[in-house]
C-alpha cells in the first residue's frame, strides 16, 4: 500500500536505470538517518524522508518495508498520511541536536571556524524540524 495524501497512486518511474538509481539513493538515506541515530548533528528525519519518496518512486517492496519498519514507520505514516510529526517526535529530534552540539562543538572540536560551523548546521536543522508541520493531537495515533 502506497501511502501519501490526496494524490492518488505513486507512478514508479519507468527508466530502468533512473529506478536502480532511486533505489541506491533510498538505501545510501536509510544508512545516513542510521548514522545520525548515533552521530551528533546528523538528521535521521530528512534522509528517512527522502529514502521513502525514492522507494515510492522505484521499489514497492522496499517503499513497503520501510513504511510499516517498527520504529521508523510511525514517523513516516504520520508525515505521509497526515503532513506532519507529532510534538513528541519533533521535540526529542531538537533535544537531540541541542544535547549533541556542545558535545560536538566544545569537546571533539578545537578549531573556530568548525565550532561556528556545527553552530551553523544544529541551527538549520532545527530550523528544517521547526518547519515541518506539526500534528495536531487530534490526530494522535492509537495504541
Given at each position: ?5 490526496g ?7 519507468k ?26 548533528l ?59 552540539f ?38 494522535k495515533?492509537?495504541?
Open positions: 500500500m502506497r501511502y501519501g495524501r494524490r492518488g497512486h505513486v507512478r514508479q518511474v527508466n530502468e536505470v533512473l529506478r536502480l538509481i532511486l533505489i541506491g539513493v533510498g538505501w545510501v538515506s536509510i544508512v545516513c538517518a542510521l548514522l545520525g541515530l548515533f552521530l551528533p546528523v538528521p535521521s528525519v530528512p534522509f528517512l524522508l527522502l529514502a521513502v519518496f525514492c522507494f515510492s518512486r522505484s521499489s514497492e517492496k522496499f517503499h513497503h518495508w520501510l513504511v510499516e519498519h517498527r520504529h521508523f514507520g510511525p514517523l513516516l505514516k504520520d508525515y505521509l498520511v497526515h503532513g506532519g510529526i507529532s510534538v513528541r517526535a519533533k521535540a526529542a529530534a531538537i533535544c537531540a541536536v541541542w544535547i549533541s556542545p558535545v560536538s562543538a566544545f569537546w571533539l572540536v578545537q578549531s573556530s571556524w568548525a565550532q561556528v560551523l556545527l553552530l551553523a548546521i544544529a541551527a538549520g536543522v532545527t530550523v528544517c524540524l521547526v518547519l515541518i508541520p506539526t500534528l495536531p493531537a487530534s490526530l495515533r492509537k495504541g
